[in-house]
């Protein structure tokens, strides 16, 4: 079956737009997770979606962030007045409910957009 | 909070070497350990896991086993190959019913030379 899938695979834009970036998730994976990878880093965690509500958003580093999973299903990473330091890679994952996976967090991940701010 | 470190690299070997990466970890709990490979142009793959204290995951090759006693989960393989090139990461995931987001480390990059 399909993986995880995200678009655009690059984005570039200028200090102080605004930029959507889209993950579709494995079909019948409940939970789904944003991550940022900076260059030479591992992936940092963002937030986390269980069904259609943010399960955990701690990771969100300012109020410019914001992700919404209205269906369930497909999210988009909303990023408000982008600035210089939000280049990076950007890393969907989906995972099944815990319940259904025996209890392992096991997290399949997307290709990744990679955001580029000049 | 949780926190995971692994040797950095660049780690550079020759074919057929045996591989070390080592990778230690801070968390509460009993998490859950993984090490994902990253191949150049390509995205994170789950390489191995393993979910409690002493338990061996393996894959491809490699092995990892879960080390409580001295919070390790170190990624061995007898006989490297050229297409084991890649950046390794060493993660882990909270226990007790959480399905929160994965602790990376900051990854390890192998070199394989023929």
């Known amino acids: 079956g399909a993986g995880v899938s995200q678009t655009p695979s690059n984005k570039v834009t200028e200090k102080g737009k605004y930029v959507e970036l ?5 079909s019948g994976h409940t939970a789904l997770y944003w991550y940022r990878q900076s260059l030479g880093q591992g992936p940092e965690f963002l937030i ?18 914001f992700a919404v999973r209205p269906e369930g299903s497909v999210s988009t990473l909303k990023i408000q007045r ?15 409910s815990l319940l259904a996976s025996g209890g392992v967090n096991e997290q399949f991940f997307g290709p990744g957009t990679r955001l580029t701010v000049l | 909070g949780n926190s995971v470190t692994q040797m950095e ?12 990466i080592n990778c230690t970890y801070t968390a509460t709990g009993y998490p859950s350990l993984f090490w994902y490979v990253q191949y150049p142009g390509e995205g994170l ?3 191995l896991k393993a979910t409690k204290a002493d338990d061996k995951g393996s ?25 084991d090139s890649a ?28």
Do not use: M, W
Request: hydrophobic share 35%; aromatic share 10%.
């Open chain 1, 48 to 65: 986390y979606f269980q069904g259609t509500g943010a399960a955990d958003d701690s990771g969100l580093p300012n109020d410019r962030f």
């Open chain 2, 9 to 20: 690299g660049p780690v550079t070997l020759s074919e057929e070497a045996f591989l070390t």
């Open chain 2, 87 to 114: 950046v390794y990461f060493c993660a882990l995931a909270n226990s007790g019913g959480g399905a929160d987001g994965l602790t990376f480390g900051k990854g390890t990059h192998l070199i394989i030379q023929p």
């Open chain 2, 59 to 83: 894959n491809k090759g490699f092995e990892a086993t879960y080390r409580k006693e001295t919070t390790s989960f170190h990624l061995e393989k007898g006989s490297v190959q050229v297409s």
């Open chain 1, 22 to 26: 889209r993950c579709d998730p494995i």
């Open chain 1, 82 to 96: 982008t600035e210089r330091g939000d280049s990076a890679v950007y890393l969907c994952a989906s995972s099944l």
């Open chain 2, 45 to 47: 793959q789950l390489l």
